[in-house]
C-alpha cells in the first residue's frame, strides 16, 4: 500500500514495479480528479485503462466473487458490472480524442495472482488461485521523446464510480547507437552467422527492387521481415 501507484495523488508512484517490455499506467481507487507525472523510458508501449474491474473466485479463509472451480460466474460478473453501465468513456492523447472506444473492450484469460499485507484494496493477502478481469483498455505505441498527455474519463453508472486522471509523460530520449563487440553473438547469432543471411537476403531481390541498387533509400524495406531473410 506504501508505494500502490493505484494510490499515486501525484505520479511519484509511477516506476513502483515497473520492469518488462510496455510500462504500466493504472487507474485510481478514488473517483476523485488527478493529475499524474510521469517518466517513461524511450521506446516502451504504454498500456492503460480508463475503467475496468477484477473479480476472482474465494480461497480457504478468503472470500471472493465467485466458486474457485467455477471461473465464467466470475467473469460474467466482471463483464455484467462493466459493459452494460459503463456510460461515460473518453480519452485524449496530446489533447486529441481516440475514437470508437467502446471497441477497446477486452477481456483477459484467467489468472493467478499474490496480494501483499496492507495492499491497496483491502483484500485479504495471500495467493489466488482464478483472477479476471474485464475493461477497455489502451495500448499507446512508444511515444517520442517529450512532453505527452493522456487524459481518461470514464463513469460507472451502477456504482457511480468515476475515473479522471490526466497523466502528464515525459517521454526519455532514446540513448545513443551503441556497436556490438567484434564477432560477439546477436539475437542467437554470431556476427558472421548474420552476414549469411544479410547475403541471402542481398541476392534474393529482383535488380528493379536491389538495395544494392537503390539510389536513394526508396528500397530499404524490401524483404525485411524478421530475423534473417532467406
Known amino acids: 500500500k506504501p508505494v500502490s501507484p493505484f494510490l499515486d495523488p501525484d505520479g511519484s508512484r509511477c516506476q513502483s514495479g515497473q520492469s518488462g517490455p510496455v510500462f504500466f499506467l493504472t487507474g485510481s481507487t478514488s473517483s476523485e480528479p488527478l493529475v499524474r507525472a510521469c517518466t517513461i523510458p524511450c521506446g516502451k508501449p504504454v498500456l492503460l485503462s480508463p475503467i475496468n474491474v477484477i473479480a476472482w473466485g474465494e480461497e480457504p479463509g478468503k472470500p471472493g466473487d465467485c466458486p474457485k472451480d467455477q471461473p465464467e460466474k466470475c467473469r460474467a460478473i466482471a463483464r455484467d458490472y462493466i459493459v452494460p453501465n459503463t456510460c461515460l468513456l473518453e480519452c485524449d492523447i496530446d489533447g486529441?480524442?481516440?475514437?470508437n472506444m467502446a471497441d477497446h473492450l477486452e477481456e483477459s484469460p484467467f489468472f493467478e495472482f499474490d496480494l501483499p499485507e496492507d495492499n491497496a484494496f483491502g483484500i485479504v493477502p495471500g495467493?489466488?488461485?482464478?483472477?479476471?478481469?474485464v475493461g477497455y483498455w489502451l495500448l499507446?505505441?512508444?511515444?517520442?521523446?517529450?512532453?505527452h498527455t493522456v487524459h481518461v474519463r470514464a463513469k460507472n453508472c451502477a456504482s457511480d464510480f468515476r475515473q479522471d486522471i490526466l497523466f502528464v509523460l515525459t517521454v526519455e530520449g532514446c540513448p545513443s547507437p551503441e556497436l556490438f563487440p567484434p564477432h560477439s553473438e546477436a539475437y542467437g547469432k554470431l556476427i558472421s552467422e548474420w552476414t549469411v543471411d544479410w547475403w541471402r537476403w542481398a541476392l534474393s531481390i529482383p535488380k528493379p527492387e536491389s538495395p544494392l541498387l537503390d539510389p536513394d533509400?526508396?528500397?530499404?524495406?524490401?524483404?525485411?521481415?524478421?530475423?534473417g531473410a532467406s
Not at 127 to 133: D, E, F, T
Not at 217 to 227: E, P, T
Open 127 to 133: 495467493h489466488y488461485s482464478v483472477g479476471v478481469s
Open 96 to 99: 486529441k480524442a481516440v475514437p
Open 217 to 227: 533509400g526508396r528500397n530499404c524495406q524490401v524483404k525485411q521481415s524478421g530475423a
Open 140 to 147: 499507446l505505441k512508444p511515444l517520442s521523446p517529450g512532453t
